[in-house]
């Protein structure tokens, strides 16, 4: 059985002091949760005060990005090293708006995978069709495409340190979201490609999160599929009362 993840991508959200006052109303909501992974992922500004104010809870911190590099002349960037040491365990590699605002490759997102993880953090792994694809019948061959380059290099014991994250595009922060079927049939290709990589067992251990427009009118249908793992939510995770209600909902 696997554990449910409900992860908040924050975005560039929230000065010091709001996420700071969102993570405690979090703290104080979802003090009596054991039996889901909760993450959030503040901005970078954010990340080591939220790191303080976590501690004595089973809230955990993610990145929303990271450089591929380990140091050295790269202005504006930030290592896996360097998230690793403010606190974090996880970071968000590949998001679909890196892919189409900052021109991320499949070759680069493999990068920042691999950096995450010889750092120590585990990577919150994205990927998604866009809306042409899906409508030129073309999902499973962009995903197929973007589990494989995305995964170049890793096995076994690469992937219990990686949660994929499936967002079609024309889901995030539009409003429409995946039909649960349509959600867990994309879930169920890429459990089926992650056997072809590792074993059938590491597969069905995998955990595969889904994201776009998840919401607490939707999140409890989507969760109960049966290769739905979780969560990345976006806009709705935002708020104590949405986001904590999500989590809740994931419980069954
Ligand atoms: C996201 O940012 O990963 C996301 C899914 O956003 P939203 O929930 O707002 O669609």
């Given at each position: 059985m696997r554990r449910k993840m409900i992860a908040g991508n924050w975005k560039m959200y929230k000065t010091v002091t709001e996420a700071l006052a969102l993570v405690q109303g979090l703290k104080t909501k979802l003090i009596d949760i054991d039996d889901v992974d909760m993450v959030v992922a503040p901005p970078f500004t954010s990340l080591a005060m939220v790191y303080q104010a976590i501690q004595s809870s089973n809230i955990m911190l993610s990145a929303q990005d990271l450089y591929y590099?380990?140091?050295?002349?790269?202005?504006g960037e930030i290592s896996g090293g360097m998230l690793k040491d403010i606190g974090c365990q996880f970071v968000i590699v590949g998001h679909s708006e890196r892919r189409s605002l900052f021109g991320e490759t499949d070759e680069i997102v493999n990068k920042k995978i691999h950096a995450a993880l010889n750092a120590g953090l585990s990577a919150i792994f994205c990927l998604g069709e866009s809306l042409e694809e899906r409508e030129a019948g073309m999902t499973f061959d962009v995903v197929n495409r973007q589990v494989r380059a995305g995964l170049a290099g890793c096995g076994e014991k690469e992937m219990k340190n990686i949660v994929m994250a499936y967002e079609p595009i024309w889901a995030i922060g539009t409003g429409k979201t995946a039909t649960p079927a349509q959600a867990n049939e994309a879930h169920a290709y890429i459990r089926h490609l992650l056997s072809g990589i590792i074993s059938g067992q590491g597969a069905e251990q995998a955990l595969i999160l889904y994201g776009g427009s998840v919401k607490p009118s939707n999140a409890a249908e989507l969760m109960n599929q049966p290769d739905i793992d979780g969560a990345l939510v976006g806009g709705a995770s935002l708020t104590v009362e949405s986001f904590s209600e999500i989590i809740l909902s994931s419980r069954g």
């Open positions: 590099e380990k140091e050295g002349a790269y202005t």
